[in-house]
């Protein structure tokens, strides 16, 4: 069984910064990837950014520049550093990992709210 916690959502101003974490424990056999999916009222659930165990990273176009995706191996933790914020950026944010043999895992959410 593998846990994922979120931590770091809230509300902030447009043009403001939050910094998302999401630990992972339990029984992980190995990484391949870990990343962070966006979901805002009644739109589908959006990749926003993850980053495999090499360290190579991918960010969807709407949040390139913008965030950064971070990790800390030793500690099965990654990171979302998130600058600028637009309003369009409200969503309950989502921590993903991709384990070996296909294993998919998702955290419970964080709220990220984003006021004009």
């Known amino acids: 069984q593998v846990q994922l916690v979120e931590s770091g959502g809230g509300l902030v101003q447009a043009g403001g910064s939050l910094r998302l974490s999401c630990a992972a424990s339990g029984s992980i056999f190995s990484i391949n990837a870990m990343g962070w999916y966006r979901q805002a009222p009644g739109k589908q659930r959006e990749l926003v950014a993850h980053?495999?165990?090499?360290?190579?990273?991918n960010y969807s176009g709407a949040v390139k520049g913008r965030f950064t995706i971070s990790r800390d191996n030793a500690k099965n933790t990654v990171y979302l550093q998130m600058n600028s914020l637009k309003p369009e950026d409200t969503a309950v944010y989502y921590c993903?990992?991709?384990?070996?043999?296909?294993?998919?895992?998702w955290g419970q959410g964080t709220q990220v709210t984003v006021s004009s």
């Open positions: 980053i495999t165990s090499g360290g190579s990273t």
């Open positions: 993903n990992l991709l384990a070996a043999r296909g294993y998919v895992y």
